[in-house]
């Protein structure tokens, strides 16, 4: 009988220790959200651009998307295979690479800038790599 009570007695205590603290901490869960994107879409500094010649913004990108805005990002290559791992500052993107797209020459430990379209840290549909090349 003194079992079955001090038993007993231990479950009502644990329950009351879990329902008590549930109240005295319960706090709104932070909210999850994408990291911001601090990259400026690219332009190309290197050649003038043509304005003579129309942009049809309907054509899809070469990714197969249509109308995806183009950005840059720079850093180390962590990892390399049939996607990429990028370190940019203290944090990991995870891109996959454009159809077409050559990685000749660059290895794990190179600094890259890589120029990409979709948003960062979406994991679902990680961004798209269009161009690569060494700093």
Do not use: W
């Not at 791992?85 to 797209?101: R, T």
């Not at 020459?105 to 120029?115: F, M, Q, R, S």
């Amino acid at each position: 009988m003194k079992r079955a009570a001090s038993i007993l007695l231990v479950g009502v205590m644990a329950l009351s220790l879990a329902a008590c603290g549930k109240t005295a901490k319960e706090s709104p869960a932070p909210a999850t959200t994408a990291p911001v994107e601090t990259t400026a879409p690219v332009t190309d500094t290197t050649a003038p651009m043509d304005e003579t010649t129309p942009v049809d913004e309907t054509a899809p990108a070469e990714t197969g998307t249509p109308n995806e805005e183009e950005h840059a990002v720079s850093g180390v290559v962590n990892k390399l295979e049939d996607y990429l791992v990028l370190v940019v500052g203290d944090d990991y993107q995870v891109f996959d690479f454009a159809k077409d797209l050559k990685v000749d020459g660059i290895n794990e430990g190179d600094e890259v800038t890589v120029v990409y379209t979709g948003t960062l840290g979406d994991e679902k549909t990680p961004p798209v790599v269009i161009e690569i090349a060494k700093n």
